[in-house]
């Protein structure tokens, strides 16, 4: 089945610093979004990218999807990003599907 | 705009007892829907998804069933609740599959004591 796995787990930057998070999953992605969930929160959709490159703010997501693998970008972190970030892909097929990863944990220090 | 809620916000529930929760969306005319469970600390794991009024599919056994009974309605429920259910309950809406985001709503937190 479908694996979604992210990189690195947990993250600690200081304010200002940028953050790289990284994506990688089993299968072709037909679908592929970022997440993120404030502790004890919902998820809220940052970047809806199965393909290219996007931005918004000061996020930046790049799929490679030959190569099964996205990336995101936070520039210039501050204190309210902090969170779990969650990649989250589906690969097609008849089961509608959306397979997690475990998240990246960032915390974001002053 | 299209709203999705979310009820109860949480619930506390003995062993053995039934539960029911609920999602509606609303600004969308027939919306795939889904249901997502998180345990605490966890990632999120898909339990049901439907695509039409009346038609649910299972993509995981939690001892949990799902019904939509209207195009903006989606319900997962138990007849028996174990320590095990407890956790983040997530509905969430997509407009079709595969080339459209995926929207949650706020979640219900389920404590089974």
């Known amino acids: 089945g479908q694996q979604v796995q992210q990189s690195p787990a947990s993250l600690v930057l200081q304010e200002g610093e940028n953050a790289e998070l990284q994506c990688n999953f089993s299968?072709?992605?037909?679908?592929l979004q970022w997440f993120y969930q404030r502790p004890g929160g919902s998820l809220v959709s940052l970047l809806y990218n199965p393909s290219g490159t996007k931005h918004t703010g000061r996020l930046t997501s790049t799929t490679v999807t030959k190569e099964r693998r996205s990336s995101l970008h936070i520039s210039s972190s501050q204190i309210t990003d902090s969170g779990t970030y969650f990649c989250a892909m589906d690969s097609g097929g008849s089961n509608y599907k959306l397979t997690f990863g475990k998240g990246t944990l960032l915390t974001v220090t002053p | 705009a299209q709203t999705i809620h979310q009820w109860p916000v949480a619930e506390i529930k003995a062993v053995g007892s039934p539960l029911s929760l609920g999602c509606t969306i609303k600004g969308k005319s027939s919306p795939n829907l889904y249901w997502y469970w998180q345990a605490t600390g966890g990632t999120l794991q898909q339990l049901f998804y439907?695509?039409?009024?009346?038609?649910v599919e299972s993509v995981v056994q939690l001892n949990l069933s799902a019904s939509r009974p209207k195009d903006d309605q989606f319900i997962l429920s138990t007849e028996k609740l174990l320590l095990s259910h407890s956790g983040f309950y997530l509905c969430?809406?997509?407009?079709?599959?595969?080339?459209?985001?995926?929207?949650f709503g706020k979640g219900t937190r389920l404590t089974v004591v």
């Open positions: 439907s695509i039409t009024v009346g038609q």
């Open positions: 299968s072709t992605a037909t679908q």
């Open positions: 969430a809406w997509s407009l079709d599959r595969g080339d459209t985001e995926v929207f």
